[in-house]
């Protein structure tokens, strides 16, 4: 089956700790994205990547770091330069970042939590 | 500046009772218009996609339609399963790329 797979679906994370959230996609799409989502607050654009190889920061990338070495793989690392990282995090793809008249599809999340 | 407004909040309605919820945006140059369903835990799953102005869509109990300012989710006689958030979202054009706006959803409660 296509689709985005995200893991863990879980992660605790301690204070000063840099912790990865993985994210692949086997539909073939050029581009991929991050979002992070807190209550009462619609989706925000962390980074997103149109090609391998290349990506931009999106309105909230302090604090993250992303990777494109591979079409089908798009992590996200949360580095302790993030003040308040406990948020549910949403990957996504779609086919291109240029055609955004077209759907993006999601991943199941990964819910991160500072203990 | 470009954003997306959903109303109401949260939503609770009987089984069987037929609502609508409210997607406003403002954008200079509509590109299209997202719905996604999201269930608690999860990612979001895409709806519908609206065009333009006079565009409907339909889908079993939900038909999304969309004017030059505001977008409506119709719900018929709805089922407790229909109980999610409902997410939209528009392009907008920024600096070099496209981005998506997202309005922070409308919570529906169908009760039994």
């Known amino acids: 089956d296509g689709g985005i797979t995200q893991s863990p679906k879980y992660l605790f994370r301690k204070e000063g700790q840099n912790v990865t959230l993985s994210c692949e996609q086997n539909?073939?799409?050029?581009?991929m994205y991050w979002y992070r989502q807190d209550p009462g607050q619609g989706l925000r654009l962390i980074y997103y990547?149109?090609?391998?190889?290349?990506?931009q920061k999106g309105d909230i990338a302090e604090g993250y770091s992303v990777s494109r070495e591979k079409k089908e793989s798009f992590p996200l690392t949360v580095t302790s330069a993030q003040k308040n990282p406990t948020a549910f995090y949403l990957c996504?793809?779609?086919?291109?970042?240029?055609?955004?008249?077209?759907?993006?599809?999601f991943g199941q999340g990964t819910r991160l939590t500072v203990v | 500046e470009d954003q997306v407004t959903q109303s109401p909040e949260a939503l609770r309605l009987q089984e069987g009772e037929s609502s609508s919820l409210n997607c406003s945006y403002t954008?200079?140059?509509?590109?299209?218009l997202f719905w996604y369903r999201q269930d608690p835990g999860k990612g979001p799953e895409f709806l519908f996609t609206?065009?333009?102005?006079?565009e409907e869509k339909e889908k079993e109990r939900l038909k999304a339609t969309l004017t030059k300012k505001e977008s409506f989710l119709h719900i018929t006689a709805p089922k407790p399963e229909d109980s999610a958030t409902y997410l939209c979202?528009?392009?907008?054009?920024?600096?070099?790329?496209?981005?998506?706006?997202w309005g922070a959803g409308t919570k529906l409660i169908i009760k039994p």
């Open positions: 979202a528009v392009p907008h054009r920024g600096d070099s790329n496209y981005q998506l706006i």
């Open positions: 539909l073939n799409h050029d581009a």
């Open positions: 609206l065009y333009s102005a006079g």
């Open positions: 954008v200079s140059g509509l590109r299209g």
């Open positions: 990547s149109q090609i391998v190889n290349d990506f």
């Open positions: 996504a793809s779609s086919i291109s970042a240029h055609r955004l008249n077209t759907e993006a599809f």
